[in-house]
């Protein structure tokens, strides 16, 4: 029921040099006949390093793949060392940045505002940004999870037009499920995604709201994804460590 397609991600987070890129990207392409990609719609979002190579293969080989990046500056260009601007990664072809994973949060100390930033940067340069947000296990034991993840979104978006907002993407990703085998139980990520959809609701009208894709991310595997997305608000998945293996990123494209 429905109308929003599936978005299946795959964050490889610090993982793969260009070589294994390709390698991985081929494997994925391989696996996965075309008929899927009428359904649901599949990403790999690799390091920086790799996207040339990445961009080059989708191209030349025509794959229906899409690709992204993990993080971009807030600034379009100038004295900031190290750091990659949206117009460079619109240039390689990227469709997503992923913004505010809690990785880049805890290791950074990426605040919210400077997500904020990031989101803007990412849709004026006609990108789709991927906005995570997710509580940590202290929040969550404490009951205030719904909150602390709406805060966390409404703050992502500040600023954005009705235009901007509905090209972006919601990932609800509760820290303490990320990367440690612990799944959120589908009431659990419905609850969350549900209520992020109610806020955006409140803030945007309800046919905005309808159109945004609100994925689940946090050890997300293939056992475990048909039970997630059938929820009513859970509209695909972002996957880290299960992503890095083709077979089963395959196979879960064939289940979201
Ligand atoms: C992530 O980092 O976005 C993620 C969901 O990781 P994992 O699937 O490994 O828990």
Not at 12 to 17: A, I, V, Y
Not at 231 to 235: G, L
């Given at each position: 029921s429905k109308s929003r397609q599936p978005l299946l991600a795959g964050n490889?987070?610090?993982?793969?040099?260009h070589l294994e890129a390709i390698a991985l990207v081929q494997k994925i392409a391989f696996a996965l006949?075309?008929?899927?990609f009428d359904k649901v719609e599949v990403a790999v979002i690799p390091p920086f390093t790799d996207l040339r190579s990445v961009q080059t293969l989708i191209d030349g080989d025509k794959l229906l793949l899409r690709h992204g990046a993990q993080d971009v500056s807030?600034?379009?260009?100038?004295?900031?060392?190290?750091d990659v601007s949206a117009p460079m990664l619109a240039k390689l072809g990227c469709d997503y940045v992923v913004v505010g994973h809690s990785e880049r949060r805890e290791?950074?100390?990426?605040t919210d505002e400077l997500i904020n930033r990031k989101v803007r940067a990412v849709l004026k340069h006609d990108m789709s940004p991927i906005l995570c947000v997710g509580e940590g296990s202290d929040v969550r034991e404490a009951g205030d999870h719904v909150s602390y993840c709406t805060s966390q979104l409404i703050e992502g978006l500040k600023g954005l037009k009705q235009d901007q907002v509905r090209r972006a993407v919601i990932a609800y990703e509760p820290v303490w499920a990320i990367g440690t085998g612990k799944v959120a139980t589908a009431e659990d990520a419905q609850e969350v995604c549900g209520a992020l959809r109610a806020a955006l609701a409140d803030k945007y009208g309800t046919e905005i709201a309808e159109e945004i894709r609100v994925l689940y991310g946090g050890s997300v595997k293939s056992s475990n994804i048909s039970d997630l997305v059938g929820?009513?608000?859970?509209?695909g998945a972002l996957v880290?460590?299960?992503?890095?293996?083709g077979d089963e990123f395959a196979k879960m494209s064939a289940l979201a």
């Open positions: 490889w987070k610090m993982n793969l040099n006949p075309e008929k899927y807030q600034h379009d260009s100038g004295a900031y060392t190290g290791h950074h100390g990426e929820r009513e608000d859970v509209d880290g460590g299960a992503s890095l293996n």
